[in-house]
């Protein structure tokens, strides 16, 4: 079945270290970390997954998806082109991921500040925005992952 996964958290939670070992044999990786000299990383992100698609391949993007704004283009994206919406919620655990970001070398580390703004705008997906499956993972240690299902917070805030 053809699938477009959204993986949703701050930066340096282990995303990409997810992919690697969930989906890197089945999915083709999309992320706008590797797009950083495009002049319209956005549209080119888009590209990558229609063209993705439209071939029949599974996509990963890999990024923070921090918003339901941001989701919602990539949702109606992968309806459109008949594929299952799965989204992965990272826990968002603040010390770890500024810890995994000191650990990061060159490109890759990013400042802090954009973790601490990341934080900020974080909303948790639900199923009204169109995911057909969710997931929340937590994070054991640098290669280890929990996977569960996703619970819909009820009205007190609580999972």
């Known amino acids: 079945m053809l699938e477009l ?38 549209r080119r992100q888009r590209q990558l997954i229609e063209e993705a698609l439209r071939a029949g391949r599974s996509v990963v993007v890999d ?47 990013v400042p802090d500040v954009a973790l601490f703004t990341t934080l900020k705008r974080l909303e948790r997906p639900s199923f009204d925005e169109g995911f057909d499956q969710l997931f929340f993972v937590r994070s054991l240690d640098d290669q280890a992952f929990e996977v569960r299902a996703w619970k819909e917070e009820v009205a007190d805030g609580q999972p």
Do not use: C, M, W
Not at 14 to 26: D, R
Not at 72 to 82: Q, V
Not at 88 to 102: G, I, M
């Open 63 to 109: 990024n923070t998806n921090a918003t339901r704004q941001a989701r919602r283009e990539l949702i109606d994206l992968g309806h459109s082109y008949a594929a299952r919406v799965a989204g992965y919620y990272f826990e968002a655990r603040l010390k770890q991921s500024l810890e995994r970001n000191q650990a990061r070398q060159g490109k890759a580390r």
């Open 5 to 42: 996964v959204i993986l949703i958290g701050l930066q340096a939670s282990g995303k990409s270290t997810f992919f690697q070992a969930h989906f890197a044999l089945t999915h083709q990786h999309v992320s706008k970390d590797l797009l950083r000299n495009n002049s319209n990383p956005a």
